[in-house]
């Protein structure tokens, strides 16, 4: 079989499919990506598969290629390339520019549609196109299978299968992973997705099968959209209650209480990651060209989420004005830069946002990330520093709790602190 995508997913199902016994080619335009994999090195937040990485090549169920001559004559294909929003959905961390977020632009399928074009090439007789990439409801059977009939000459349905799985992986997740997460699988007709689900249940716990190929389309950036439109309304809210005087944290706690109707969100740095605003701008895609309708209330969540900066900035300007400072000239050390804890990845990074409108609003910042020296996105006023010396600045604001950082020195700064992570209790340690 082959995995189109070598990249935190389809790294993870190459490998889990050649642990449960498949042959897998791991198959990925990046040269670099391919070769890394074929020197048995994997990025630090996927190291610990390094040893299934190891062993899969030694048995000679795995390897990686950037050759797309060695992908033919497969029996199952999985696609796991990026989808996005925009333009320039190349791989890594296609985030906003430092305008900011371009959330609800239109779906760039671009990626999609370059993987779809080199297995149509190779496509035999037989095999099941397996797509895992988030796409807008209708992708599948509108888009990915006419490309692979017009690639191949032969006939979706009758020569071949096509299934629909998306991807569930929570990067940083100790708790659920790829083989204990139950796993949707659907097919543009009752055989692809009885195909696509026996191939997953060869090493997924869980797998559920969904009758409507649609349906599974909009499960998948449902599940985000909700996520996305929650962390907004949170956010909104909080600031709302602090104008009015109320606690928003023990309005949160209060309603926690109630065992059945409600989820708790906290107010934070705002939604980061690719692919909370993919979703919410896949959905928006999907009503309009399915139903010429407008998603309103997913517009108004990309509407507070870009405003989140702004909204964050007003609040370390309240806090220095009661050290009699004002924000402008001010030196702000801004920490954090990942979109969440303990992982690499800037995509849509909060922090960021967050370093780039204080620069706007004259303030000196300073920011700090074990995992960022450097990143596009942040401006270049923004001055990147190695350790978090909350000492150094005039107010710090910790946007994501890493585990590697002495959190409790932080929470014991002689200099005011703004917590947006909820990790700190301390005499000067401040909330949302
Ligand atoms: N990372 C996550 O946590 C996560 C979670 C849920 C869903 N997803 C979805 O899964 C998909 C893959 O995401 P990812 O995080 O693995 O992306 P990624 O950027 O880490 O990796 C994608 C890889 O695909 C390669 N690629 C690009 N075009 C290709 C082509 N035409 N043929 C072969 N390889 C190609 C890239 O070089 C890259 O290495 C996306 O649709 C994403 O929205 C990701």
């Known amino acids: 079989m082959v995995v189109a995508g070598q990249g935190r997913i389809g790294i993870q199902v190459a490998l889990a499919a050649a642990a449960a016994g498949h042959v897998v080619t791991g198959f990925d335009t990046d040269e670099e990506v391919a070769g890394r994999l074929a020197a048995g090195r994997l990025p630090a937040d996927l190291a610990h598969l390094e040893r299934a990485l190891a062993e899969s090549t030694d048995e000679a169920r795995y390897h990686a290629t950037s050759d797309e001559a060695e992908i033919g004559n497969f029996d199952i294909a999985v696609v796991a390339v990026p989808t996005g929003t ?169 309603a926690g209480t109630k065992p059945f109707g409600y989820m708790a969100f906290r107010p934070g740095a705002g939604a980061g990651g690719e692919c909370l605003a993919t979703a919410a701008a896949y959905l928006a895609s999907w009503a309009g060209s399915a139903a010429g309708a407008r998603l309103s209330l997913m517009e108004a969540a990309a509407h507070i989420d870009a405003g989140r900066g702004a909204a964050l900035a007003s609040r370390l300007e309240e806090l220095l004005s009661g050290i009699g400072k004002p924000l402008q000239g001010s030196t702000v050390l801004v920490a954090g830069l990942t979109y969440k804890s303990d992982i690499p990845s800037t995509a849509r990074s909060p922090g960021i946002r967050l370093a780039n409108e204080l620069v706007s609003r004259g303030a000196m910042v300073l920011a700090t990330d074990p995992y960022v020296t450097e990143d596009p996105q942040l401006d270049p006023a923004v001055k990147v520093v190695r350790a978090l010396d909350a000492s150094v600045s005039d107010i710090t604001v910790l946007v994501t709790a890493h585990s590697s950082w002495d959190l409790a020195a932080l929470a014991q700064s002689t200099s005011p602190v703004l917590d947006l992570t909820g990790a700190l209790t301390g005499p000067s340690v401040h909330r949302l």
């Open 86 to 254: 925009g333009q320039g959905a190349t791989g890594e961390d296609h985030g906003p520019t430092r305008q900011g977020p371009t959330c609800l632009g239109p779906p760039d399928l671009s990626c999609l549609d370059a993987a779809i074009a080199s297995l149509a090439r190779h496509l035999p007789a037989g095999a099941l196109v397996v797509v895992e990439s988030t796409v807008p409801p209708g992708t599948t059977r509108g888009r990915v299978a006419p490309a692979l009939e017009a690639g191949s000459g032969l006939v979706a349905g009758h020569d071949f299968a096509v299934g629909f799985s998306p991807e569930r992986v929570d990067p940083g997740n100790g708790t659920w992973s790829l083989a204990t997460t139950a796993k949707l699988v659907s097919g543009i007709d009752a055989t692809s997705r009885e195909r696509c689900a026996s191939f997953y249940r060869s090493f997924v716990e869980e797998v559920v099968e969904v009758d409507q190929l649609e349906a599974a389309e909009l499960a998948k950036v449902m599940e985000n959209g909700f996520r996305y439109l929650n962390i907004a309304f949170v956010n909104e809210l909080s600031v709302v209650a602090r104008a009015s005087g109320v606690d928003i944290n023990q309005a949160l706690d209060a």
